[in-house]
């Protein structure tokens, strides 16, 4: 049998980045889920990103802890209220509070190390830039100049002959369509966590922008969210 | 008076990042030193990295553990030992065991980061493309393609009018060029550090990369290294 071509998933145990492992998983790459604990607010994001990991088969699992806290700038970090009630138009146009100062570069960097280890030139991020929450490292340019950047950056692109690829295959999906993908490809969502801000019982506060997005992505796609029917 | 502008200066503790530090000081900037602990076998470095911060009067020094020895790949972080006794023409142009996967794409994705929290748009890193140990990370051509990078990454430059610089002073000098520069700047190398591999009195090996290349520099400038003259 041969071998399977590795692939880093960066993995957060959200909705997006399960349906990017998932599409990984579909093109037939064996999956090395890359993990971060950043201090977030949501920490059970990183419970759900063990679940999904599993559920994907992936080889290794690989969760690191980021001291993003010392350098702030996020209500994500705790430094200010996680915004609440915001209307869908207001959470697609703005930057908002929960905006981490340069995460999704210190996410790719590490996957980039990790895949550099592994001798892997894939790495898949679930980065989306239509329900995107106004993050600036979400967009297509973006991720191109990460990809510029890091053909030059390593030792494995100067060396070698390859190139290594960002995958980002939902960065123009809506939500809905991002489901609908995710469940033709047998992805379970109960396993996925998107909320902010859950409530002191542990539930999906319902009411930040990251629950109002996922509530929109389950109605556009005409289905129920499994996680809120098992609550 | 007026306030002195800031920038972040990645400062390891050894003789190029010191000497980035003066030449920041003397250019006017208000020092932002930022540090990182990531399982080096040369801890020592991050001790002398304070003294330098304190010697170059930094607003704040700021020192981040990162997790990558769970990574690995790199003789820095112990999975190999450290190679001892190499030439200068072979230091100069292998990528040795020492290079640490995507290391200098890690550190300036945190000083991006807190550089969009501190609301400035200047980095220096004491990155060095002459005697630079062969690694890929430290030239010119990635620097540029880091930046264009930034660029797109933060909010700041998103919604402001400035492009955020990436200051390389070094980049073009051998390493008796950098000492005669920081000495003409009063910096005190005594306070730095810079092998990879201590001996069991925590005095330098002389026989590593880093040893050999900062006796070069020394020799070059014509001076005596003042660390080796306090043991």
């Known amino acids: 049998m041969m071998e399977k071509k590795g692939a880093v998933i960066l993995l957060s145990g959200?909705?997006?980045?399960?349906?990017?492992?998932?599409?990984?998983?579909?093109?037939?790459?064996?999956?090395?889920?890359?993990?971060?604990l950043y201090g977030q607010t949501h920490a059970v994001e990183t419970?759900?990103?063990?679940?999904?990991?599993?559920?994907?088969?992936?080889?290794k699992h690989l969760t690191l802890n980021l001291d993003l806290q010392k350098i702030g700038g996020s209500a994500l970090l705790g430094t200010t209220p996680v915004p609440k009630g915001r209307d869908l138009k207001t959470i697609s146009s703005e930057i908002p509070s929960t905006y981490v100062p340069a995460r999704n570069t210190i996410f790719l960097s590490y996957a980039l190390a990790w895949a550099e280890v592994l001798d892997v030139f894939d790495i898949f991020i679930g980065v989306n830039a239509v329900d995107y929450s106004g993050y600036p490292d979400c967009r297509p340019e973006y991720i191109a100049a990460f990809e510029t950047m890091a053909h030059l950056a390593t030792k494995m692109t100067v060396e070698g002959q390859r190139r290594l690829k960002i995958h980002?295959?939902?960065i123009q999906m809506t939500k809905g369509e991002i489901i609908r993908t995710g469940l033709s490809l047998g992805l379970?969502?109960?396993?996925?966590?998107?909320c902010y801000s859950p409530?002191?019982?542990?539930?999906?506060?319902?009411?930040?922008?990251?629950?109002?997005?996922?509530?929109?992505?389950f109605e556009e796609a005409g289905v129920a969210d499994p996680l809120l029917s098992s609550l």
Not at 48 to 58: D, H, I, Q, T
Not at 188 to 194: P, Q, R
Request: overall charge positive; charged content about 25%.
């Open 168 to 170: 980002v295959p939902l």
């Open 14 to 36: 959200g909705l997006d980045s399960a349906t990017a492992g998932a599409v990984a998983r579909d093109q037939g790459f064996a999956i090395h889920a890359l993990t971060f």
């Open 199 to 217: 409530d002191p019982q542990g539930r999906p506060c319902r009411h930040c922008d990251s629950c109002i997005l996922r509530a929109k992505g």
């Open 188 to 194: 379970d969502y109960g396993l996925t966590w998107s």
């Open 47 to 59: 419970r759900a990103a063990k679940e999904v990991a599993r559920f994907l088969g992936a080889e």
